[in-house]
């Protein structure tokens, strides 16, 4: 079992238990990456319970949409929120399937999925918080939490998945930006074809 690093005894000293994504990456430092205590499990069970959290965000902000009348503004909503949770699993296994690295795929995902989660949270707060301060002022908070998530995401992918510094950057802009057109694509063609506007 690998040492703890003096991060994860600080935190054990301090009585405070470190969200899933940091202390699976605090412990992942040798080839026995993910086998010490508390490490999230590589388990499909696994992988549905670290979806659960992404998906509340989006079901809570379509029941809101609906409730206020905008039934097309829910519809789309839960497309987008639909694709964005499945896109950077399918993506990302398939990268690591042409890495040979299936195997060490689902431990990935879930860190993933804890790790985005949390980074979401964040940027609700930040922008409840900035929200009458400004665009200006919220992108300045927002982007240092978009720069720390691609850069945690690129950490994630090299470690879990064992790949070189280069594939975990290729990793991060393909997942990344190839969700971004899975959502712009259907959403665009249905919004064209007058399916998501709303009529009158």
């Not at 992988?47 to 079901?59: G, T």
């Not at 896109?87 to 990268?95: F, K, N, Q, R």
């Not at 609700?124 to 945690?152: I, K, N, Q």
Request: aromatic share 12%; glycine share 8%.
């Amino acid at each position: 079992m690998p040492a703890s690093s003096p991060a994860t005894a600080r935190w054990r000293s301090s009585g405070w238990s470190a969200p899933p994504c940091i202390r699976w990456t605090s412990g992942c430092r040798s080839r026995n990456c993910g086998r010490w205590p508390g490490s999230i499990a590589d388990t499909p069970q696994a992988f549905f319970n670290s979806l659960a959290p992404l998906l509340a965000f989006p079901l809570v902000g379509t029941a809101v949409t609906l409730y206020g009348g905008e039934n097309h503004g829910a519809a789309l909503n839960l497309l987008a929120s639909v694709i964005a949770l499945v896109a950077p699993a399918v993506l990302s296994h398939l990268l690591a399937s042409l890495w040979h690295r299936e195997s060490l795929w689902l431990r990935y995902a879930v860190a993933f999925n804890w790790c985005e989660a949390a980074v979401f949270l964040a940027m609700v707060v930040l922008l409840f918080v900035f929200a009458r301060r400004g665009f200006l002022v919220h992108a300045a908070w927002s982007a240092p939490v978009y720069l720390y998530w691609a850069v945690l995401h690129g950490f994630l992918a090299k470690r879990a998945l064992r790949i070189s510094v280069v594939r975990a950057v290729v990793m991060v802009v393909f997942v990344n930006f190839g969700s971004f057109l899975l959502m712009a694509m259907p959403i665009g063609l249905l919004t064209a074809l007058g399916v998501l506007v709303r009529p009158g």
